[in-house]
């Protein structure tokens, strides 16, 4: 059984810094794309940034400079390091990933975690 657990989340001043952690397990993340996603009250779902299985990684124009995806194999754990956070960052932060089985796709949620960006 596949199951994503993020944590990290919380309350930050505008200008401050969190570190999201997504801990995986019955999956090795490393062997897939992984992601991170937030949804703020009343919005749509979005991409925030990706990282792939060779390590390469892709971020949302809206927080290019600002939030570092990275992985750690051997704890089996992505992180999202945000800084300079702003009001509009404020959201629920979900780490998901994807598998291909004999052609079917499985999508798999963690149950996300709440940032807060406010003075």
């Known amino acids: 059984q596949v199951l994503l657990v993020e944590s990290g989340g919380g309350l930050v001043q505008p200008g401050g810094s969190l570190r999201l952690s997504c801990a995986a397990s019955?999956?090795?993340?490393?062997?897939?794309?992984m992601g991170w996603y937030r949804q703020a009250p009343e919005k749509e779902r979005d991409s925030v940034a990706n990282?792939?299985?060779?390590?390469?990684?892709n971020y949302a124009d809206s927080v290019k400079g600002r939030i570092t995806i990275s992985r750690d194999n051997a704890k089996n754990t992505v992180y999202l390091q945000m800084s300079s956070l702003k009001p509009e960052d404020t959201a629920v932060y979900y780490c998901?990933?994807?598998?291909?089985?004999?052609?079917?796709?499985?999508?798999?949620w963690g149950q996300g975690t709440q940032v807060t960006v406010s003075s």
């Open positions: 990282i792939t299985s060779d390590g390469s990684t």
């Open positions: 019955g999956i090795m993340s490393r062997l897939y794309t």
């Open positions: 998901r990933t994807r598998r291909i089985i004999y052609g079917k796709v499985y999508d798999y």
